[in-house]
């Protein structure tokens, strides 16, 4: 189980000779994402989701510091356990396309990246993974600036699945993604937590986590607002925060808020 | 008017679009549903003369674009994290090309102090919002949203829906959309184009 305990990060602001004081982005967040959970974690752009996800992986900027424990099948990540746990125990899938290195052809990166996770592959297989993503084996032979958007953002997915991670940590996995793709990779997600596997899946897409998530969990003015299940949400539950992020979604109201007058 | 004709765009041996001619006219809303890696990106590219078709026109108001001077076809790119000079502020960037005033900053939702951090401090919605901005110039007759709010939670992706469709009413902005989200492109456009099908 990867678990949050009274987690919170913390953003320095540098004042004059040196001197900085830190400011809380997130506090007391308490969050468990256990083995077969796909947990969607939702909120407001600038929250501090993706901080959240990188903080698990050591990967916070200096000017930010995290406080809190994150335990991990019972043991308390150090600074050094999350270094060592990068790919092995704990995977992360990037928001940004740019995380894929443009100097390295598609096949070969895939296979730094099963390696550095403790996987030997050979090229036939990165290129049968990425065929279950609907992407073209011929793609190995491809460096990244060829790779739409979309494509880019499944080669990342596909990144983290070829490794025996027990927890994926994706960042808006389905941004840039057609709604069939997005279906597609989803399903394929759940697999893996069929397979065991816990996934902490950051979106902005509240319809698909509805769909696909065990459980919601809202992040809110720098805190954990409140975690409910899925269904809690398909069946209008929540707070009235989440009904009017829910209402704002263009599958609903869209401009009920403030309907404006354009023919 | 914008005017694209008998565009065919190539690129890496691969025919991405063959001989495609559409317009649109000024306080027009296009949205263009396409599946993913089907070259959506790269038309926004060449329309907004970022790179070269490789054979066919574009022009606005019957004069085909310049590669000199402002272009008055903006685009709004897909990853506003890679559009922005990591070395400069996110505020010098968008100075470079015009200075909004203090309403236009609370009608997009971008905070003042966004515009002091350079872009690797900043949350991939947060850079959105300013690249938005940045093309919202009053030189801008035509401007092409390519995913510009898949980064954005629902309530600021509404916002800026409306800010931009009030811009469109207000001075005739030709608006065309990529996206892949099929409810988005229904409420926003006026009419949508399925290429491929």
């Keep these: 189980m990867l678990k949050f305990d009274r987690f919170a990060i913390d953003v320095a602001h540098y004042h004059w000779l040196g001197h900085k004081t830190w400011h809380p982005l997130l506090s007391n967040i308490s969050l468990e994402v256990r083995p077969g959970e796909l947990v969607a974690l939702v909120g407001s752009s600038g929250e ?118 027990r927890y994926i940590l994706a960042d808006e996995i389905t941004a840039w993604l057609d709604d069939e793709h997005a279906c597609q990779l989803l399903t394929h997600l759940k697999g893996f937590c069929q397979q ?68 | 008017m914008l005017e694209v004709r008998q565009l065919s765009i190539v690129q890496d041996g691969q025919r991405l679009w063959d001989s495609v001619s559409f317009q649109v006219r000024p306080g027009e809303r296009q949205g263009i549903s396409a599946p993913s890696g089907f070259g959506k990106t790269t038309l926004g590219r060449v329309l907004a003369q970022w790179q070269s078709a490789t054979s066919g026109s574009v022009s606005v108001g019957g004069k085909p674009l310049s590669k000199k001077g402002y272009c008055p076809v903006q685009l709004v790119p897909q990853h506003p994290e890679q559009s922005f000079n990591p070395y400069r502020t996110t505020g010098e960037s968008l100075r470079d090309a015009w200075s909004p005033d203090a309403t236009w900053l609370v009608r997009l939702a971008v905070n003042p102090q966004w515009l002091a951090r350079r872009p690797d401090e900043l949350s991939g919605g947060e850079l959105a919002r300013i690249a938005l901005l940045r093309a919202l110039d009053p030189r801008t007759r035509y401007l092409i949203a390519d995913e510009v709010t898949a980064q954005l939670d629902p309530h600021i992706q509404a916002q800026v829906w409306q800010v931009l469709l009030e811009e469109v009413r207000r001075r005739e902005l ?16 006026s009419s949508i184009w399925h290429p491929g099908k």
């Excluded at chain 1, 060592?84 to 928001?95: E, F, N, S, T």
């Excluded at chain 2, 892949?180 to 229904?186: D, Q, R, S």
Aim: hydrophobic share 45%; aromatic share 6%; net charge positive.
């Design chain 1, 48 to 165: 501090g989701k993706s901080l959240l996800l990188q903080s698990t992986l050591g990967l916070l900027p200096e000017s930010m510091r995290c406080r809190g424990d994150i335990v991990l099948d019972g043991q308390v990540l150090g600074d050094a356990a999350k270094v060592d746990q990068r790919g092995k125990a704990l995977c992360y899938v990037p928001q940004g396309v740019s995380a894929l290195n443009p100097l390295i052809k598609v096949g070969p990166q895939l296979m730094r990246a099963a390696r550095l996770g403790g996987v030997q592959l050979g090229l036939e297989d990165v290129a049968e993974q990425l065929q279950r993503y609907n992407l073209q084996p011929g793609l190995v032979q491809e460096f990244p600036r060829t790779l739409s958007g979309g494509m880019a953002k499944r080669v990342l997915a596909c990144s983290a699945a070829l490794t025996h991670a």
């Design chain 2, 174 to 189: 030709g608006l065309i959309v990529f996206s892949h989200n099929k409810a988005l492109l229904e409420k926003v456009c």
């Design chain 1, 196 to 263: 065991g596997r816990g996934i902490l899946w950051v979106t902005h897409d509240l319809a698909l986590a509805a769909r696909f998530a065990d459980r919601i969990a809202v992040l809110h003015q720098g805190e954990l607002h409140e975690t409910l299940s899925a269904q809690a949400l398909r069946e209008n539950g929540g707070s009235p925060w989440l009904r009017s992020l829910w209402a704002a979604l263009p599958e609903q109201q869209f401009f009920a808020r403030q309907e404006p007058e354009y023919a």
